[in-house]
């Protein structure tokens, strides 16, 4: 059962995009602007709208961290923001000054890929913030773009109706031509899945066109075997071009939007239709599945994005070994971990986990500091890949237990608070967060906009405590 739970009306023009992070949903529109809002309870947060663009924007994508969100636009740039408090950290200019349609960071945020209207594509190094490799598709407008799990490559999708999949070094592997009147979108799911021949790790991918089709794919990305890819098949239930598509977190779900103003939900094991939403009265233009919660976005023509929650008896995003085992991430046994590293895509580590008796609690307690010097993990890569799945863990753990207190998170990150304090205006914000908002020379409330008389931040020692106090419980 799909619900719809809350509705934003903010834009003041067609809605293009939209894209989750562990804690916010953020949205871009024809109007100029990125809107990032709260998944707590859907509020806008203090620094939104994001006003930076000269032109429509197209796209937006969170870094998988959360802590960067990046926007695309008809103006020629991709603009980099900091989430914490809206500033802009770098204005990023296509070569060609073409419209930027897409742009998505690589799941270790080692690079970020724009591509534009000339058919021209830049991969971009995030710590230099400078292009690292450029090219250009055969034809036609570059307007869809997906990293594989392991971010080693990417596959692009053109108004040609080509599909292209591109290696790290910015080298075309393989192109395949996917829909006759141009692809729209395309995703690739985070889980794999055996091919049980040959017992090769594939993974899903999805493709949308102006043909009304949505296609199915399996893709292999292997370095020694280079780039496969498979039709699966063709998902039905669309009478018009179909202009957006999503997996679920686990894969086992696809959502689809279109023309024909209908959202459509397909199980992907079977390519049944789960669920068909009909409530926006223009066409769909964009769907979003939240990585660690039942809740679906959908964004349309109508200047309107729709959130949807699902029975959690359905098949739905983020369902892990947690959920089938019925066992606290705490109490898993080596065995439940070895399972887990597994659904992961992280078995080469399940050895390297054994010997080092890492158990469910262990697990939770890994640090940087002990996957280098205990575990003598030496890529940066992979520990940092590692990392951010147990940090994706402990945000699902979060989302299934009591909800937070709406007074223990920050009105500028909304995020629990660690060190809080109260300001002039009588709130109480997390100390570093509350520093760089007045250290940007701001002089108003985050909460009321009016003037501060004064920029001194006292502790909050009694919130603190409290905090500790409702963080104990959580842990019995």
Request: hydrophobic letters at 35%; one cysteine or more.
């Amino acid at each position: 059962m799909a619900t719809l739970i809350h509705t934003l009306a903010d834009h003041s023009d067609d809605v293009n995009y939209c894209a989750f992070s562990s804690s916010c949903l953020a949205t871009c529109s024809l109007d100029k602007t990125v809107r990032v809002y709260s998944l707590n309870n859907f509020t806008e947060l203090p620094y939104s709208p994001l006003r930076g663009h000269t032109y429509a924007v197209h796209c937006c994508c969170f870094s998988p961290s959360g802590h960067v969100l990046a926007s695309c636009s008809t103006d020629g740039t991709t603009v980099v923001w900091d989430t914490h408090d809206g500033r802009m950290l770098a204005v990023l200019e296509q070569p060609s000054g073409s419209p930027v349609r897409v742009c998505r960071f690589s799941p270790e945020s080692t690079y970020l890929v724009s591509g534009a209207a000339d058919g021209s594509v830049v991969l971009w190094n995030m710590q230099s913030l400078k292009p690292y490799r450029s090219g250009n598709v055969k034809d036609g407008s570059l307007v869809a773009c997906a990293f594989s799990p392991s971010g080693n490559f990417f596959v692009t999708g053109s108004s040609c109706g080509d599909l292209t999949v591109w290696d790290d070094k910015m080298r075309c592997l393989y192109n395949e031509k996917a829909h006759d009147l141009g692809v729209t979108c395309c995703d690739i799911s985070s889980q794999p899945i055996s091919d049980g021949e040959h017992g090769f790790r594939y993974f899903q991918m999805a493709s949308c066109g102006q043909d009304n089709q949505i296609k199915l794919w399996l893709i292999l990305f292997a370095d020694f075997l280079g780039v496969e890819l498979k039709y699966k098949y063709t998902l039905n239930g669309h009478s018009a071009p179909v202009l957006a598509c999503a997996f679920s977190y686990d894969g086992q779900m696809l959502v689809s939007g279109s023309v024909d103003k209908c959202v459509i939900i397909h199980e992907t094991s079977t390519g049944n239709t789960l669920h068909t939403l009909s409530q926006h009265t223009r066409y769909v233009t964009t769907c979003a599945f939240a990585p660690y919660s039942p809740l679906l976005a959908t964004g349309s023509m109508d200047k309107t994005v729709n959130i949807w929650q699902f029975d959690l008896k359905q098949p739905c995003a983020g369902n892990t070994v947690e959920n089938e085992s019925k066992v606290a991430v705490e109490d898993w046994s080596e065995d439940d971990v070895s399972a887990w590293l597994c659904a992961q895509d992280l078995a080469d580590f399940v050895e390297l986990f054994k010997i080092n008796n890492i158990d469910g609690k262990e697990l939770l307690n890994l640090t940087k500091e002990s996957l280098t010097n205990e575990l003598k993990i030496e890529s940066l890569g992979l520990r940092s890949r590692v990392l951010q799945k147990i940090e994706e863990l402990r945000m699902k753990m979060m989302s299934v237990s009591v909800a937070i207190p709406d007074e223990f998170l920050c009105p500028i990150t909304r995020e629990l608070m660690k060190d809080p304090v109260i300001a002039a205006d009588g709130y109480s914000y997390e100390k570093e967060a509350m520093e760089n908002w007045i250290s940007n020379k701001r002089r108003s409330s985050p909460m009321t906009n009016l003037p501060l008389h004064s920029l001194m931040l006292t502790p909050n020692r009694s919130l603190k405590m409290a905090i500790s106090r409702w963080l104990e419980t959580q842990q019995k």
